[in-house]
């Protein structure tokens, strides 16, 4: 375990994370060749839609040795819509580095992966790459993700010069320039900053163990060896942030910051407890080789050729082919089948993976992302991972015939690699719902449907799940009565109906006395207007919050039926919602929404338009939190609206609040455009 490496690239869009994967991929003589994102043919961005997209979509995996230390590296799409891939990433590794471009310096997906990923229990670390780029600024960059997140990266790596007079690093550690390669002195003009920067590293060593501190504090400084040991430290305590400078493009520093990885990152070996839980306690376990299997299913990826794929890291003991597992958040058993190291697509077969390993299971029955992996009878698991609220609605339906019988099935394989989207079929309106983070990975989703299974999907707004209720009360009677030779059809009611409190739903009362209505049509009756009510009467949606009196009637010896009361019931309700002020009913939503101060007043405005209403706000740091209600039918539009707004820079969080009455003059345009479909 102490000779392994989990480290993942997270961070900005377009920084380089892939391009950088790539070249050290090639340097580590992976492969043979580096590929471009732009030509499609990286080891990382490898399924169809990426390709096309120039972009990563979903977390790519790759394993290899670089001086006798076993390094597994993720790549993590910098893209907010993929959050749940960051969070993965998060999990299966000991240390997050954020890439940064030299250029663009703190982008909105750069603070968006910062905000994600901030409080997770790993290590972090920044890497500035595209120091070779017109406009590069190290320290700038650095000072602006002070400014304006929760990191305060220290340099580790100074580079030497920049723009296309970028040449090297210096290693403020060991003192020592890497020009092209080459182990040189350092340049004469950085001495003096190289010297700075040292000591300020040291202070920040030193502040993270009091021994160190202490030696600080008498010497004035500390040795190269206990800085080397106490880096190593202060980043797995999360109290030191590295900062790292290279060039990915033209391999510049490449080398060097492998290296780095190897010497001053964490391994497993120095994470050696976690925080399971058994029985929905939390408890403290103690990882290691020789301890029992604890392991974490961080991905699924599905391939139609080759099955479904579980992407696992084991944190402790090892699996084995053929071995017996449980599966807790199933609560199943499951067996091992074929294992591999992954590099990309690439699969290389194994027998056995280890504790501190990342590894592919192939064909699993029932374990998928974000699922334990422990010995059978096991008491422990993982907890449950809190993932980000839905923000994007549409829904989903086969264009061919044909294929409705297989989407369903398909989609649910999607699913497990993406599981912060959600499917669900909406009862009232009959649609299938998705909901995710964000429009590009609903997008994603409907691409994969189509380059991996062959089905043409379309998607929508989804409808307003509306309700209808009445404000007023009504006394009505309603008489069927039907004769057209032979047996007739004759029932007759009488109702008082009255509103409910909001959200108590539908409440039947049965007060007939003497038999007028024999009891055995009452169950009728109460059918009949629970029928009516499913249908709607206004709108065509669920009738809510109304009370039902039955108080007389009358009936027929030989034309009464269930029937002829069912229709009676159903009828009279109608009448009744003629006189007693019905409207229409919409759901609304409480709305979080974190922005920039800068950008309130426009929120605030833009909230406004769409009816809903303020709450009240704090302040968070550099940001607003505003706490907000909005319909739900203005809700499916809000999330692009606010990424204009902001520049990208907002974002909300949202649940289900309560039920409030629809304006009258957008209620109007609704029962007409239902009146206009039927």
């Not at 010497?219 to 942030?241: F, P, R």
Request: proline content about 4%.
């Amino acid at each position: 375990m102490k000779n392994i490496r989990n480290i993942a690239f997270v961070g900005a869009n377009s920084a380089g994370k892939t391009s950088l994967a790539e070249q050290i991929l090639f340097n580590a003589k992976v492969i043979t060749r580096v590929g471009k994102v732009e030509e499609g043919n990286t080891v990382m961005d490898f399924t169809i839609e990426e390709i096309e997209k120039g972009i990563s979509m979903s977390l790519g995996v790759a394993t290899f040795k670089w001086k006798n230390i076993d390094i597994n590296l993720l790549d993590a799409p910098g893209s907010a819509d993929f959050a749940s891939e960051q969070i993965s990433a998060a999990i299966a590794s000991e240390t997050l580095l954020f890439m940064v471009n030299a250029v663009s310096g703190f982008e909105v997906s750069l603070e968006q992966s910062i905000e994600l990923l901030q409080n997770k229990d790993v290590a972090k670390g920044v890497i500035v790459n595209k120091m070779d780029s017109e406009g590069a600024d190290f320290n700038k960059t650095l000072e602006a993700i002070r400014e304006n997140s929760s990191l305060n990266p220290v340099p580790i790596f100074l580079p030497i010069g920049s723009e296309h007079k970028f040449e090297g690093v210096v290693d403020i550690i060991k003192g020592k320039a890497y020009i092209k390669g080459q182990v040189a002195d350092v340049p004469a003009d950085m001495v003096d900053l190289v010297e700075e920067s040292k000591m300020s590293l040291m202070e920040a060593v030193a502040e993270s163990d009091d021994a160190l501190l202490e030696k600080y504090f008498e010497a004035g400084e500390l040795s190269n060896e206990e800085l080397s040991k106490g880096i190593k430290k202060a980043i797995l305590n999360g109290n030191l942030i590295p900062a790292f400078a290279c060039s990915a493009t033209h391999n510049i520093a490449v080398n060097e910051l492998i290296d780095a990885f190897n010497e001053y990152l964490p391994s497993p070996a120095d994470k050696n407890e976690l925080k399971l839980l058994e029985k929905g306690q939390e408890k403290v376990v103690k990882v290691a080789e020789n301890e029992q299997l604890v392991a974490y299913i961080f991905k699924s990826f599905s391939d139609p050729n080759v099955g479904d794929i579980a992407y696992v890291r084991i944190f402790s003991g090892h699996i084995k082919s053929g071995l017996e597992v449980f599966i807790p958040e199933k609560d199943s058993k499951d067996k091992i089948g074929s294992i591999y190291y992954v590099s990309g697509k690439n699969r290389k077969e194994t027998d056995e993976i280890k504790a501190g390993e990342i590894g592919a299971l192939v064909k699993l029955k029932s374990g998928r992302s974000f699922n334990s992996v422990l010995v059978p009878n096991s008491p422990l698991r993982f907890p449950r991972i809190k993932l980000p609220t839905p923000v994007y609605w549409q829904t989903i339906k086969a264009v061919n015939q044909n294929d409705e019988d297989k989407i369903g099935a398909a989609l649910n394989k999607l699913l497990d690699e993406e599981p912060t989207i959600n499917l669900e079929m909406n009862n009232e309106t009959n649609e299938n719902v998705l909901s995710g983070i964000g429009e590009q990975q609903i997008l994603f989703l409907q691409k994969k449907l189509k380059s991996r299974y062959k089905i043409d999907a379309v998607m929508k707004m989804p409808s307003i799940p509306y309700k209808e209720t009445i404000r007023g009360n009504a006394d009505v009677s309603y008489k069927h009565k039907k004769q057209s030779g032979g047996r007739g059809q004759y029932a007759e009611v009488y109702f008082k109906v009255a509103p409910l409190e909001r959200g108590e739903g539908f409440k039947f009362i049965n007060s007939i006395v003497g038999g007028v209505i024999p009891s055995k049509f009452i169950p009728a009756i109460e059918k009949g207007l629970n029928e009516i009510m499913l249908k709607g009467i206004i709108s065509g949606h669920q009738v809510v919050d109304v009370s039902v009196d039955c108080y007389y009637g009358s009936f027929h010896d030989v034309d009464s039926s269930e029937m002829a009361f069912k229709i009676a019931s159903s009828q009279a309700m109608k009448k009744a919602f003629e006189i007693a002020n019905p409207i229409l009913l919409e759901p609304i939503h409480e709305l979080q929404i974190m922005v920039p101060t800068e950008y309130m007043g426009d929120v605030m405005g833009d909230v406004s338009t769409r009816r809903g209403k303020i709450l009240g706000m704090e302040q968070k740091g550099n940001k607003q939190l505003l706490n907000a209600h909005m319909p739900l039918a203005e809700l499916f539009s809000y999330f692009p609206a606010l990424k204009s707004l902001t520049q990208g820079r907002g974002k909300f969080v949202q649940k289900f609040s309560h039920y409030e009455k629809v304006p009258d003059e957008i209620a109007a345009k609704v029962i007409a455009d239902t009146n206009q479909e039927e």
